[in-house]
């Protein structure tokens, strides 16, 4: 099992740049896909951004291809969201996703969550 800690998010402008980042627990860190979901009032939890267990796989959003990058660093057990050129409609709660095994980034059932971060655009 894993467990996830979001951390990085806030309020900024239009145009602006944010940069997420999720702490796992555990030593199979590895071991496990992540992904960036997020979440806006009225609306249904989308992915943003995915990466495989080694890198080497990622995918985004089209609404975000681009803007956004996911990377994660093994060593220190975690997953990153680098955010530019925010927008008002990026507005959201922004949650780190993991699940186990190696493979494609997405799809995949994503099994373990983070208690997500807020991120406010302002325009």
């Known amino acids: 099992q894993v467990q996830l800690v979001e951390s990085g998010g806030g309020l900024v402008q239009a145009g602006g740049s944010l940069r997420l980042s999720c702490a796992a627990s555990?030593?199979?860190?590895?071991?496990?896909?992540m992904g960036w979901f997020r979440q806006a009032p009225g609306k249904e939890r989308e992915l943003v951004a995915a990466?495989?267990?080694?890198?080497?796989?990622?995918a985004y959003a089209d609404s975000v291809k681009g803007r956004f990058t996911i990377s994660r660093d093994n060593a220190k057990n975690a997953v990153h969201l680098q955010m530019n050129s925010l927008k008002p409609e990026d507005t959201a709660v922004y949650y780190c996703?993991?699940?186990?095994?190696?493979?494609?980034?997405?799809?995949?059932?994503?099994?373990?969550w983070g208690q997500g971060t807020q991120v406010t655009v302002s325009s």
């Open positions: 555990g030593r199979t860190f590895n071991t496990y896909a």
């Open positions: 990466i495989n267990c080694n890198g080497g796989n990622t």
């Open positions: 996703a993991a699940d186990y095994g190696c493979g494609r980034s997405w799809p995949r059932q994503y099994d373990y």
